[in-house]
């Protein structure tokens, strides 16, 4: 069977295809699924590695209906890149040692969400992570206006009450402004009208998950977890039986101290923030809720994460990371 090591890039990508007798074949193809299918459609099936990417998955997915083997590799592993030398990267040179990290076997496979058998679910989950990935664009905007506009606001030595933050331009709009100043915060009231409503109808969707998902509806019922984490959890994870330990999980979302260690020297610094970015900001600020809360309900979690806190660094286990490129 034939070995191809593709270099998957945006517009252009590379193919590495070595056939069974040593002989390599290289080509510089368009990344698109006319194109592939024109160059490899025809082909006999074959197995091919790429990296892990923003664009991966539909590769994948595209290749393997042509009837080909797909193999999404974990780009973080070294030994994938062993024969390639440091000093000198071209997109042939990395084409070249995909294929033979392909028939060396040195490589580690990808999460990817399991679409053959379950193609209905994964394509839901992929969509509700499409759908945080807008959501918290538009929060991220939000919080530019506002910041901005209570800038502004003081700058005339006038304060905004604390608020909701689809309440600050009411809160604004409610003090004595100068001609001035209200032309200036105009344009930006104007926008902010539109994104509180997109914001709040993102959260409908993703709150009526909790009904329809018993997985989400598990999730929320731990202290301090909505319906945003609790998707933005679930979608990411896809599936939970992967992770051995809550330890994998962790190091999965970078929620573990990094370490260098050498001889008798053995140093723990800040944590990874390796994997997912938005689940591992959720879950922190869930912590956070917890701790400053005063109520009953979370008591016993509160008194844990503050013994974890006082807990030295020695003591602090580091498993090793894993990564996730599926998003």
């Given at each position: 069977?034939?070995?191809?090591?593709?270099?998957?890039?945006k517009?252009e990508?590379q193919l590495c295809?070595?056939?069974p007798?040593g002989?390599?074949?290289e080509q510089?193809i368009v990344?698109?699924?006319?194109?592939?299918t024109?160059v490899?459609?025809?082909?006999a099936?074959a197995?091919?590695?790429?990296?892990?990417s923003?664009?991966?998955?539909?590769?994948?997915?595209?290749l393997?209906a042509?009837?080909?083997?797909?193999?999404?590799?974990?780009?973080?592993?070294?030994?994938?890149?062993?024969?390639?030398?440091?000093?000198v990267?071209t997109?042939?040179?990395?084409?070249?040692?995909?294929?033979?990290a392909?028939?060396?076997g040195?490589y580690?496979?990808?999460?990817?969400?399991?679409?053959r058998v379950?193609?209905r679910?994964?394509?839901?989950r992929r969509?509700?992570?499409a759908?945080?990935a807008?959501?918290?664009?538009?929060?991220?905007?939000?919080?530019?206006y506002?910041?901005?506009a209570k800038?502004l606001?003081?700058?005339?030595?006038?304060?905004?009450?604390?608020?909701e933050s689809h309440?600050?331009a009411q809160?604004?709009?409610?003090?004595?402004l100068?001609d001035a100043?209200?032309a200036?915060l105009?344009?930006l009231?104007t926008?902010?009208?539109?994104?509180?409503?997109?914001?709040?109808?993102a959260?409908r969707r993703?709150?009526?998950?909790t009904?329809?998902?018993?997985?989400v509806?598990?999730?929320?019922?731990a202290?301090?977890?909505g319906g945003?984490?609790?998707?933005a959890?679930?979608?990411?994870?896809d599936?939970?039986?992967?992770?051995?330990?809550?330890?994998?999980?962790?190091?999965?979302?970078?929620l573990?101290?990094?370490?260098?260690s050498?001889?008798?020297?053995r140093?723990?610094?800040r944590?990874?923030?390796t994997?997912n970015?938005?689940?591992?900001?959720l879950?922190v600020?869930?912590?956070?809720?917890?701790?400053?809360?005063?109520?009953?309900?979370?008591?016993a979690?509160r008194a844990?994460?503050?013994h974890?806190?006082?807990?030295p660094?020695?003591?602090t286990?580091?498993p090793e990371?894993?990564v996730n490129?599926?998003?």
């Open positions: 069977m034939n070995t191809i090591g593709l270099d998957l890039h517009g990508s295809l070595v056939a007798d002989t390599m074949t510089r990344t698109s699924r006319e194109r592939f024109a490899l459609g025809n082909r099936p197995r091919i590695l790429l990296e892990a923003t664009e991966s998955e539909w590769v994948a997915r595209h393997e042509l009837g080909h083997t797909v193999i999404v590799a974990d780009p973080n592993y070294a030994p994938m890149y062993a024969t390639r030398r440091r000093r990267k997109d042939k040179r990395d084409a070249r040692t995909l294929a033979e392909l028939r060396l040195a580690r496979v990808a999460h990817r969400v399991a679409h379950a193609h679910v994964s394509s839901e969509h509700v992570r759908e945080l807008v959501r918290e664009a538009l929060v991220r905007t939000r919080t530019r506002i910041v901005l800038a606001v003081r700058r005339d030595g006038l304060r905004v009450a604390a608020s309440l600050v809160r604004i709009a409610a003090l004595e100068s100043l209200a200036e105009l344009p009231f926008v902010l009208g539109p994104i509180n409503e997109q914001i709040a109808a959260d993703i709150t009526a998950l009904t329809s998902d018993p997985v509806a598990l999730l929320t019922t202290p301090s977890i945003v984490t609790a998707s959890i679930v979608a990411t994870v599936d939970v039986t992967r992770f051995g330990s809550a330890h994998q999980f962790e190091a999965f979302i970078g573990v101290p990094g370490a260098r050498s001889g008798e020297k140093r723990v610094g944590i990874t923030k994997g970015a938005r689940v591992r900001y879950l600020e869930a912590a956070w809720r917890i701790l400053r809360a005063k109520d009953t309900d979370t008591a979690l844990f994460g503050c974890a806190a006082r807990r660094p020695n003591e286990s580091v990371p894993r490129r599926d998003d």
